[in-house]
């Protein structure tokens, strides 16, 4: 006989109001904040998706959550469903062969370096490229050769690397394997990387691209082209970044034939879960499917949509943005430096007084993501806050910044540092914690970098000194938040270095 349970004898009878999962209870309580979003993912809260799809994803969420079984292949050995879904995005996307990633770019940035690296072996890469790359290089064992960026005086960022520093780096390295970039950056530069292309071909070599930020390049031509479209050998973009897949989900590509896509595929096996989220690869499928459907026409309207906050923006004294040409003008970067107010603080002032949220700050500016899942309104949001801080001026400002601070930050960041160990030799090596006040001439253990943008400042190896320490001082100071470093068992920060090695 079967024993009838009514609700209230449900033992999964769980009132809301009582159910104290702390995640859970957060991502509700910001739900109802609602917040007006400039920060990734692109769907922005869902207005990404088509209303029916939205619905019916939603409808059916708890029932596609689900592993591999008959029908719905398996994403290590795709052969059915995921090897159609993935040869389409490879079409929308300009490729010719897309693998899914549900573990995030960093796996897919790791892929492309082990693919074409193997241990011991050099490769080049940026002094600003995101700390997965660096991830990648310890994971297979490599010694990194750094490339240097140039700094945009005004803006204090990078607009990427001159092609003179990978020609240096290759002349005296012969023997590197590949060379990685990452491009755009974070704040939309986007340079031609044709000449970088035919330079590493020439050497023999693959041209990996971090493209975590130009998912949607491919979609419209007053849009940077994409490496992809630039004949770069692998390609890794952040699907969800710009785009509407959910977060942690995006997509690996490859152009020509450099690179074996069956070796890929074991990389990934390895570095992906093997139970991978069938909601996040479900994602990606929707987000391909909208653009290949749809791309150009929602790419124009995002386009507009920022030509009218820049348009509005303009207008408004003591505010700058950034323009240059061949950016991606998606990203919309604001200053108010010239009412000393700093980018850390903008961030803030525009969530506590106006509920807008952005995705990025630095010690002049923000950063903000405008994408097709935005509308007339929630701009005009964005550009009445920044306007309304305007009006006030500088009252209420805690942290003062000078036009140039940024600079110099970003010069330190990306200064060149004493290697005293390859990164993997310091990661394995035995560590202890230490203060950071007392962290001079020691070596560091793991990476170090303010987040985001997730440049590191110091890669495990590389002895920590007084500028160093100057930086952080100074980013802390105006809001700035760091990984790799803790509060200790005193309240002050500590640093993980490497056991019995000092410089």
């Not at 079409?91 to 693919?115: E, K, P, Q, S, W």
């Not at 348009?311 to 430096?337: H, I, N």
Request: charged share 20%.
């Amino acid at each position: 006989m079967s024993k009838h349970f009514g609700a209230g004898n449900d033992p999964l009878h769980i009132r809301l109001d009582e159910f104290s999962a702390p995640l859970f209870q957060a991502l509700l309580a910001y739900q109802r904040l609602a917040p007006v979003r400039f920060h990734m993912p692109g769907h922005k809260g869902g207005p990404g998706y088509p209303l029916e799809v939205a619905e019916a994803f939603r409808r059916h969420m708890f029932g596609m959550d689900v592993t591999e079984t008959r029908g719905l292949d398996n994403l290590h050995v795709p052969s059915g469903v995921i090897r159609d879904a993935q040869a389409l995005a490879a079409r929308t996307f300009g490729a010719d062969h897309t693998f899914f990633l549900t573990n995030g770019t960093t796996a897919g940035v790791h892929a492309m370096i082990m693919t074409t690296c193997k241990e011991g072996q050099k490769i080049v890469i940026p002094r600003d490229a995101h700390l997965s790359v660096i991830g990648g290089v310890i994971l297979a064992g490599l010694v990194p050769v750094f490339v240097y960026p140039t700094i945009d005086p005004e803006w204090g960022i990078s607009v990427g690397i001159p092609l003179e520093e990978y020609e240096r780096a290759l002349k005296e390295h012969p023997d590197a394997k590949a060379c990685l970039i990452t491009r755009p950056n974070y704040y939309g530069m986007a340079w031609d990387l044709k000449p970088l292309v035919k330079l590493c071909h020439d050497h023999g070599i693959p041209l990996l691209v971090d493209e975590a930020h130009g998912a949607h390049l491919h979609l419209h031509e007053d849009l940077p082209l994409s490496a992809v479209d630039m004949g770069a050998d692998m390609v890794v973009q952040s699907t969800h970044k710009t785009l509407g897949s959910f977060t942690g989900s995006s997509m690996l590509h490859l152009v020509g034939n450099r690179i074996p896509p069956d070796r890929v595929q074991r990389m990934l096996a390895i570095l992906q879960s093997t139970s991978p989220s069938y909601l996040l690869m479900t994602s990606l499928d929707i987000a391909a499917t909208v653009v290949r459907m749809r791309g150009h026409q929602l790419m124009e309207k995002a386009l507009e949509l920022s030509a009218r906050a820049r348009k509005r923006l303009a207008e408004v004294e003591g505010v700058r943005v950034l323009d240059r040409p061949g950016m991606d003008r998606l990203k919309l970067t604001v200053s108010m430096v010239n009412r000393g107010i700093a980018g850390y603080e903008l961030k803030s002032k525009l969530m506590d007084e106006y509920n807008v949220r952005v995705e990025l700050a630095d010690f002049e500016n923000v950063v903000a993501f405008i994408t097709y899942a935005d509308t007339v309104e929630t701009v005009d949001a964005l550009v009445d806050a920044i306007k309304g801080l305007s009006e006030q001026g500088d009252r209420g400002v805690r942290a003062r910044v000078h036009a140039g601070d940024q600079a110099r930050f970003t010069s330190a960041l990306f200064a060149p540092a004493e290697r005293a160990l390859l990164p993997r030799q310091a990661t394995l090596a035995a560590h202890e914690l230490i203060k950071l006040s007392q962290a001079e001439g020691r070596v560091c253990a793991e990476v170090v970098a303010p987040y985001p943008p997730g440049i590191p400042l110091l890669y495990p190896g590389e002895v920590i000194d007084s500028e160093h320490l100057d930086v952080i001082d100074t980013a802390l100071s105006l809001g700035a938040a760091f990984r790799g470093l803790a509060a200790g068992s005193d309240g002050g920060l500590v640093v993980t270095v490497v056991k019995d090695v000092k410089r």
